[in-house]
């Protein structure tokens, strides 16, 4: 009985620590934006247990390019900021151009790294 309770409690006790071991996840699917030249694009993920884990902003195409690191702007594109709150992760692009289509990534530097895309499509205005 006594080692019972024993081996009841250390399996408590190994949920709880493996609870603290969480990784960060990921909380809704991104959208495809289709927006016309000069407009306002904001990509948003949502996310929970990102610890002491580094998140990161990517354009994919070209050569991944590093946009945004926390809330420290890599890119040197002014129109280009970013927003890091405790759930969520934001990336505001002013003003897009047509080279601004591209797949964006919201990254975490787990092992493997995890991370979610969204696509911008910018369209030619009639
Ligand atoms: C885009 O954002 C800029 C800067 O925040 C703002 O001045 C402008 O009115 C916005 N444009 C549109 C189309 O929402
Ligand atoms: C994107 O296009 C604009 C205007 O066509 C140009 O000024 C800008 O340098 C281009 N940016 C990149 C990263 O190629």
């Not at 990784?23 to 289709?34: A, D, H, N, S």
């Not at 040197?76 to 934001?90: C, H, K, M, P, V």
Request: charged share 20%; glycine share 6%.
């Amino acid at each position: 009985m006594r080692n019972y309770l024993i081996l009841l409690f250390l399996s408590a006790f190994l949920i709880v620590v493996k609870g603290e071991e969480n990784e960060p996840e990921f909380l809704q699917p991104f959208l495809k934006f289709i927006v016309p030249v000069g407009h306002n694009v904001t990509f948003r993920c949502e996310f929970k247990n990102l610890g002491n884990f580094k998140i990161g902003w990517i354009k994919e195409n070209d050569n991944k390019l590093v946009l945004a690191l926390g809330s420290r702007m890599i890119t040197q594109d002014l129109r280009i900021s970013a927003n890091l709150n405790e759930n969520f992760y934001e990336l505001y692009i002013t003003k897009v151009d047509l080279n601004d289509s591209g797949i964006y990534a919201c990254r975490v530097n787990t092992d493997p790294p995890k991370q979610q895309i969204g696509i911008l499509e910018v369209i030619e205005t009639i």
